[in-house]
């Protein structure tokens, strides 16, 4: 065999090594996106931390290939973290109501800390870091029968609050996912199509939504498409509502959402989203 044959064959055999890497991995991170916000993500962050570990001293790999799973699991974790602290958040607020359940609201209030802490240090932008401790206040000033003068006071200002921090957050949420207008998309939620004042791969705005007690957290049943004659199923998760306004903000629970199925439809017809 000549040098360069050899050369040759060892270039063929680390190509095949790096592909098989990148498909596992993919499997690895793929999976991980369909984590179900209700469970602790600690085992999903350190599995996450070892696939990271274990990419860093791989051979086989690029240094793009290195920092395109790196921070594609950090992306992974922060957004399980923050799923896993709107649902602790209504379990508390819930718990917050019954006096037969404050040993549970003290753990789960514990468990939210705890969960924040751990986005924190994953990068968890500002506005929402401060959404999520306005939140807590307000859960720790309900009495267990609801009635929390100062509770209510903090529960009318956080709203009124809300849209101008969410709108505050925006920034920081283009810099993941681009914020588009136009195609409106059409969005089917409990029998009843509405369209999009905007939407991303994270998520929609919708709009002309009457108020049937939408709540900050609830997971909905949505389906979603270009138009109403392709529309794709999917659970989503409610970020807010404002009842002046008529218009439901809600976001994907995972980043392999449908959504990424309606862009792709969107490039097959050649519309190109503003």
Request: a neutral charge.
């Amino acid at each position: 065999m000549t040098t360069i044959e050899s050369v040759r064959d060892d270039a063929a055999a680390r190509a095949d090594q790096r592909r098989q890497w990148l498909e596992r991995a993919g499997c690895e991170l793929q999976l991980a996106e369909t984590w179900e916000p209700a469970g602790n993500p600690e085992r999903l962050v350190e599995h996450l931390d070892r696939l990271v570990e274990a990419s860093a001293s791989a051979d086989a790999l690029t240094a793009g290939d290195k920092a395109e799973i790196r921070d594609r699991a950090r992306a992974i974790k922060l957004k399980a973290c923050q799923c896993h602290i709107d649902v602790l958040l209504e379990q508390a607020m819930s718990a917050s109501r019954d006096k037969e359940r404050q040993v549970e609201r003290g753990e789960t209030l514990r468990l939210v800390n705890d969960a924040l802490n751990v986005a924190a240090r994953l990068g968890l932008a500002e506005p929402i870091r401060q959404g999520i401790k306005d939140r807590l206040d307000i859960i720790r000033q309900t009495s267990a029968a609801g009635d929390s003068t100062t509770a209510k006071v903090n529960a009318e200002r956080e709203a009124a609050r809300e849209a101008s921090r969410m709108d505050a957050a925006h920034p920081r949420e283009q810099r993941m996912f681009t914020r588009w207008h136009d195609p409106a998309l059409t969005i089917a939620i409990a029998g009843r199509a509405y369209g999009t004042a905007d939407w991303s791969l994270g998520g929609a705005l919708v709009a002309d939504v009457e108020n049937r007690g939408w709540r900050c957290g609830q997971a909905i049943d949505v389906r979603i498409g270009l138009d109403a004659g392709k529309l794709y199923a999917d659970k989503m998760v409610i970020v807010r509502y404002s009842a002046e306004q008529k218009r439901l903000a809600i976001r994907a629970r995972r980043f392999a959402s449908v959504l990424m199925q309606v862009k792709r439809d969107c490039d097959r017809a050649g519309v190109e989203p503003t």
